[in-house]
């Protein structure tokens, strides 16, 4: 089956620190991974789109340079969330896509970011 | 754009009864659809989804939905419940973004509490 690693599930941090997230795709190659951000009680925002060697594609109204998100190879892809501040605190949830797949989206299981 | 409706954001059952979880979409030439099942801090794990063929859709955990394409909507359901099912589920429906890319877009969810 398709496996998506995301690491790490938890993690609390200072204000105007920053965070790295990592989403693997461990028995696939993922030609485009999505990032999400998930508020409680909520559904999923969708952040960014990002495919292998090229820049990520943000949704409106969230801010590239606070949310860096690298595609480097086809089974991994970060999401650094810059000088990070309490409002940043929440679920963020990869998923990724299999290349050559049809409509076959896997989710990691995501990292709960708290900014103290 | 697409937009996808999840008409009940809880729905509270007894253990053995069916169950089922309303999902309209906005109309498209095609579709795509997908329910997805979110436990507690955790990711998204597919339950079933619907690419063309047959317009019912059997998926894990005993849990089937029906694509009905006059009514725009991929309603799930679950003869019998358990209190395992207790859980937060999203529908979903693929677009197309410019370039050939597609995305997910989601519902609100439903919170499924399943008492004994």
């Known amino acids: 089956g398709a496996v998506v690693s995301q690491h790490p599930s938890r993690v609390i941090c200072k204000s105007g620190t920053s965070v790295k997230i990592e989403c693997r795709s461990l028995d696939f190659q993922a030609t485009t991974m999505f990032w999400y951000r998930q508020f409680p009680k909520q559904s999923l925002m969708l952040m960014a789109t990002?495919?292998?060697?090229?820049?990520?594609?943000?949704e409106q109204g969230v801010e590239k340079d606070k949310f860096l998100i690298n595609h480097a190879s086809l089974t991994l892809s970060t999401l650094t969330v810059t000088s990070a501040h309490p409002e940043d605190s929440s679920f963020y949830i990869c998923s990724a896509k299999r290349q050559g797949g049809i409509y076959g989206y896997t989710f990691g299981s995501g990292t709960r970011l708290t900014v103290v | 754009a697409q937009s996808v409706t999840q008409l009940d954001s809880q729905v509270p059952v007894f253990e053995e009864a069916p169950v089922e979880l309303r999902c309209n979409y906005s109309?498209?030439?095609?579709?795509?659809l997908f329910w997805y099942v979110q436990y507690p801090n955790q990711g998204l794990q597919l339950l079933l989804k619907y690419l063309s063929g047959s317009t019912l859709v059997k998926g894990i955990n005993g849990f089937e939905a029906e694509f009905n394409k006059s009514q725009t909507s991929f309603h799930l359901r679950k003869p019998s419940v358990h209190i395992s099912d207790t859980a937060e589920y999203f529908c979903?429906?693929?677009?197309?973004?410019?370039?050939?890319?597609?995305?997910?877009?989601f519902g609100k969810g439903t919170k499924l509490t399943v008492n004994p």
């Open positions: 990002s495919n292998e060697g090229s820049k990520a594609t943000y």
């Open positions: 979903a429906v693929s677009e197309l973004q410019q370039g050939g890319s597609e995305k997910l877009v």
């Open positions: 109309s498209s030439v095609s579709v795509y």
